[in-house]
């Protein structure tokens, strides 16, 4: 039996005695919330304007059952006299709604919401033609639940058609893209979470796709049969057994660490998802979570051939230690050579030191952040990561000193205009950031772990939204970003796949190298239909700006269609 197998067998054996341990004391592990649910920017609104203090939503996925307490406690203000705008009042109750399970759980009833879909449903023509068993809870195309199970599903379909023109030499681009899937959550008992989300896609259109099977950015596997199109597909599973304030959750989904909006440095959405045994433990005024993932060592091949593995371990302890202030601390290390490493399977361990006991040249990087909510209807954060510092050099551009930093705001109805947010951030990353000898580099299928810009490069993002009413959302954006690439065979550390070397220079400056500036005005409109149906336009005007070349102006526009997506 080999290794790979023999820890299979182990998380196999570790997942049934837990069950079996849970079974009797167990309490409720519900499904995590979807990294874009209109949820999070509605708990981050709530906070800011003082509606709930502190929330705990820097560590992500949040839970259902996580979400429904903060629905619940900021009900329970809205009814102790806290006036809030029709708007919110319109989404709060939607979201209690959505969350209905959740808050039975803890309130032991939840009040009667009439959807949209209970209305179309109950019409008089389709009253007659659909079956019963379709949308009983007005919420889920499919829905069984008893005293001991409570299963949903629903179908995961979108169709989005994007069409760019551009001023330099790449021909007008037309495009296509189809997804077609489903979405399975649920209860059994109330020890045991789980969810199954899997969803195929196709792309076509006015360009041609290289041939054979390979991976693109923020995808994972993708195959090619035809200059044509190209199919990938994507599964998020995994089941949740809990006891009293602990979690354990064994699966494969994304996780994303930090307050920033741009994209967190430290653990981000970025790549695909992985696979991954995760510990949660979550009190009043702090969470702990830990991670021990399977990653896949990326390399292209023209045959058919397994992905070598790479692993990463990492933790993070989120605190609250007054209402208006949070803060984070994380630790992550990415190693390959063995499949289990058990001083970083172990989750109070400090992974620096770790490494320092093991000897081994493995790639850390630990990570701060805060968020501050001291004045009303203000939010201001910030995060630092250290990949590497020589204390001897700060304050010098030494390779070695890779750090990034990032800084942001939000305000609440500025000037007064209710229902609208502002918020900015900036991102700086020094280069050779995320990279690291041996080829063991911060990148799960070739896509960045971290932030998505990558190293030698800085972001400046502003966004202002509106929302005329909680199911339209009306938003512009400005991009702004510069990045120091690789040149004529020199490493500026603008690439992660390329680590410093001797022949390298040992001040490289900050973006240093083929330098390229992007800029992008943009704007969306979107509309929920009903529940999970979801209309979405958007526009944008972009420069690309090379040295030695001119420039390239793109004008590009989308509109997609989907429901669950």
């Known amino acids: 039996m080999n290794r790979i197998e023999k820890l299979n067998k182990f998380i196999v054996s570790l997942v049934l005695y837990s069950a079996l341990i849970f079974a009797e004391n167990g309490t409720c592990q519900a499904a995590y919330v979807p990294l874009n649910h209109r949820l999070y920017r509605f708990l981050e609104r709530a906070e800011t304007k003082h509606y709930l203090r ?14 429904a307490e903060y629905l619940v406690r900021l009900c329970q203000q809205v009814q102790n006299g806290l006036r809030i705008h029709t708007v919110e009042r319109a989404e709060l109750d939607y979201l209690k709604f959505e969350f209905q399970e959740e808050v039975e759980r803890l309130n032991g009833s939840a ?11 109950n019409s008089r023509p389709l009253k007659k033609i659909l079956p019963d068993l379709l949308y009983r ?16 599903l629903d179908p995961v379909y979108r169709y989005r058609y994007s069409a760019t023109d551009s001023s330099g030499p790449a021909d007008s681009e037309r495009n296509n893209h189809f997804t077609n899937g489903f979405l399975i959550r649920g209860y059994l008992n109330k020890y045991l979470g789980f969810s199954l989300d899997f969803r195929d896609n196709k792309e076509w259109g006015s360009q041609k796709y290289q041939l054979g099977n390979y991976t693109l950015p923020g995808l994972g596997f993708v195959r090619a049969t035809s200059p044509d199109f190209i199919y990938h597909d994507e599964t998020q599973a995994y089941v949740k057994l809990g006891i009293s304030n ?10 994303y660490w930090g307050s920033s909006a741009g994209g967190s440095m430290i653990l981000s959405d970025n790549a695909t998802s992985y696979d991954q045994l995760k510990l949660e433990f979550k009190h009043n005024k702090f969470k702990f979570t830990s991670i021990y993932a399977a990653l896949i060592d990326y390399r292209y091949s023209v045959e058919d051939s397994l992905q070598k593995k790479k692993y990463l371990a990492a933790h993070r302890l989120e605190v609250a230690p007054f209402k208006w202030l ?31 006991y093991l000897g081994s040249p493995d790639n850390m990087i630990i990570g701060v952040d805060f968020k501050l909510t001291a004045v009303r209807n203000v939010l201001i954060y910030g995060e630092l990561i250290i990949d590497d510092m020589t204390t001897s050099k700060l304050g010098s551009n030494w390779f070695g000193n890779k750090y990034g930093i990032t800084g942001g705001m939000v305000v609440a109805d500025p000037f007064g205009l209710a229902n609208t947010d502002f918020k900015v951030e900036y991102t700086r990353l020094r280069p050779y ?53 690789n040149s004529g065979g020199v490493n500026y550390g603008g690439n992660i796949e390329h680590p410093w070397k001797l022949s390298d220079s040992l001040y490289p400056e900050f973006l240093d190298g083929s330098r390229i500036e992007f800029q992008e005005i943009n704007v969306q409109i979107s509309y929920e239909i009903v529940r999970g149906l979801m209309f979405d336009f958007r526009a944008a005007r972009a420069t690309l700006k090379r040295a ?12 997609s269609l989907g429901i669950n997506y």
């Open 326 to 356: 949070c803060l984070g601390i994380s630790e992550t290390v990415v190693f390959k050579g063995r499949v289990f490493e058990p001083a970083y399977f172990n989750p109070v361990m400090f992974f620096r030191s770790a490494e320092h």
């Open 246 to 255: 602990f979690g354990f959750v064994y699966g494969k989904f994304k996780n």
């Open 548 to 559: 030695a070349s001119a420039d390239v102006k793109t004008r590009a526009l989308s509109v």
């Open 433 to 485: 950031v995320y990279t690291h000898a041996n080829s063991i580099n911060y990148t799960h299928y070739a896509s960045s772990l971290g932030h998505p810009t990558g190293p030698n490069s800085e972001v400046l993002n502003g966004v202002i939204s509106y929302r005329p009413a909680w199911r339209w959302l009306l938003q512009a954006g400005f991009t702004g970003s510069r990045k120091g690439l």
């Open 137 to 152: 809870n007005g919420k889920n195309l499919l829905s069984f639940e008893d005293e001991q199970i409570q299963i949903f």
């Open 54 to 67: 502190p929330v705990l939503d820097s560590t992500k996925p949040l839970s259902r059952m996580e979400a």
């Open 111 to 121: 009040e009667h919401y009439r959807s949209r879909i209970h209305q179309i449903i």
